[in-house]
């Protein structure tokens, strides 16, 4: 996930009804950057502020390519 793919993602959610539950799984990606998971977090307390339930899962089976909290994502290839 990408900004360039994310604006489409952002579209989607914010149709969802505050009053539902949503959870967003990574578990398949490759990898996440710092704006998608930046927004999605601004998203996540807009949701809960307003009543919702908003969870993202999937990103512990990845790597934070640095420190920072939003770090980019990428995912971890065993072989």
């Known amino acids: 996930a990408v900004f360039s793919n ?6 989607k ?15 398949n990606s490759v990898l996440v950057d710092h704006t998608v998971l930046e927004n999605l977090h601004g998203i996540e307390e807009d949701y809960k502020r307003n009543g919702g339930s908003f969870h993202v899962i999937g990103l512990e089976q990845m790597a934070k390519l640095s420190e920072h909290e939003f770090a980019a994502r990428k995912r971890l290839i065993t072989r």
């Open 6 to 11: 994310y604006l489409g993602l952002k579209k």
């Open 13 to 27: 959610l914010m149709s969802i009804p505050n009053s539902k539950s949503i959870i967003l799984d990574f578990s």
